[in-house]
């Protein structure tokens, strides 16, 4: 049987689990170091337009394809100018191993392919492709403001919550309230509150 007391103190209990459990949700998860940029190795099968491309038109689209499948909500591909500034407003679409993306360059320069990728056993990768276009000349290597825009832009994919930490969060935060709940709605038998004390079990004879 649960007295006042004990119920006093399972109450303050489960309101600090609850407490807790949304100052869990409500943190913000840490974000992850952006990988190291690079061109895209092993995992970069190919790219559309190809790494270091001359071309004399302007690519509508833009492709990337990995040796394995990027994760639905790891991904990130834009394309930057000279500047360092995206080209085109469109998202990123994944189908299997690829990524695409439309873009629309109406000025010769040269141009970055950037992406930022997650995988299922936890490899990320950052990485970049240049090309030129109406320049006749193969991109520059990046400048150093290049390259910061680059990784800026690759690292600027951010992750939520892990969804197995969600769940969980969730599942325990639902337990608290259901305990709280039970403990405010059920309530002791009226004789359970008399404070009135017990008789003595042995009453002493009065002489008379």
Known sequence: MVTPGT???ILAAAAVGLAMTVTGLALPVPAVAAPRMDTGGDLV???VPPAQAVLATAPTRVVVTFAAEP?????HLTVLDTEGRPVGDTEAVRSGHTLTRDVAIDRP????????VRFADGRELTGWRRFSVGTGQ?????SDAQRQAAEAVGSTH????DPVSAVL?????LVVAIVVTMLLVTRPPRG???DSPDPPLFRLREDV
Do not use: I, K, M, Q
Not at 71 to 75: F, V
Not at 158 to 161: F, K, N, Q, R, T
């Open 109 to 116: 320069g040269d141009f970055t392919t950037v992406w930022h």
């Open 45 to 47: 099968t190919a790219s």
């Open 169 to 173: 969060l969730v599942v325990n935060a």
């Open 192 to 194: 359970d509150t008399d």
């Open 158 to 161: 951010g992750h939520g919550v």
């Open 138 to 142: 193969p991109p520059a290597p990046l």
């Open 71 to 75: 994760l639905a909500e790891g991904y």
């Open 7 to 9: 119920r006093g103190g």
